[in-house]
């Protein structure tokens, strides 16, 4: 299947956990088309206190068939399904400290959100390590 997405949303593309809810609410299909083949969830409020699908206007025709038909399917699938699968417990554990955010998964067991968790998004060096960045010093090793 070939996404094709339009230069005057490209921004749309990229995740966020509202980020559906924008799509939807602009009928852009690919962009919903993407985020639904990707596992987007949608149950996720807004400020508004709406999921994505309360945000499509009457006119979105190509989304409500392909929101329909996306929820039927997880409906029948988390029905059907006996083995523990992949289940996103957080979208964001950087708890934005990153640009982008970073999923944290759980395939184990039912646990959520990891407790007294701390992201740190820099290197933490206990002990100075003199290193040499110089690209001239640096070497490859190949192996036949």
Same mark, same amino acid.
């Given at each position: 299947?070939?996404?094709?997405?339009?230069?005057?949303?490209?921004?749309?593309?990229?995740?966020?956990?509202?980020?559906?809810?924008?799509?939807?609410?602009?009928?852009?299909?690919?962009?919903?088309?993407?985020?639904?083949?990707?596992?987007?969830?949608?149950?996720?409020?807004?400020?508004?206190?709406?999921?994505?699908?309360? &945000?499509? @206007?009457?006119?979105?025709?190509?989304?409500?068939? =392909?929101? %329909? !038909?996306?929820?039927?399917?997880?409906?029948?699938?988390?029905?059907?399904?006996?083995?523990?699968?992949?289940?996103?417990?957080?979208?964001?554990?950087?708890?934005?400290?990153?640009?982008?955010?970073?999923?944290?998964?759980?395939?184990?067991?039912?646990?959520?959100?990891?407790?007294?968790?701390?992201?740190?998004?820099?290197? &933490?060096? @206990?002990?100075?390590?003199?290193?040499?960045?110089? =690209?001239? %010093? !640096?070497?490859?090793?190949?192996?036949?």
């Amino acid at each position: 299947m070939s996404i094709t997405v339009s230069q005057e949303t490209p921004f749309l593309c990229s995740f966020n956990p509202l980020s559906s809810h924008i799509v939807l609410r602009q009928d852009h299909y690919e962009c919903a088309m993407l985020f639904l083949m990707r596992k987007a969830r949608l149950d996720i409020l807004n400020k508004n206190n709406q999921t994505p699908a309360d &945000c499509m @206007t009457t006119s979105n025709t190509e989304c409500k068939l =392909i929101m %329909k !038909l996306s929820t039927t399917l997880h409906q029948m699938m988390s029905q059907a399904e006996t083995a523990r699968s992949e289940r996103i417990v957080t979208n964001d554990i950087t708890k934005g400290k990153e640009s982008n955010p970073i999923q944290a998964v759980n395939m184990v067991d039912d646990a959520g959100e990891p407790d007294g968790y701390i992201y740190v998004s820099k290197n &933490c060096v @206990t002990n100075p390590i003199p290193l040499d960045a110089n =690209i001239s %010093k !640096l070497q490859v090793k190949t192996t036949a």
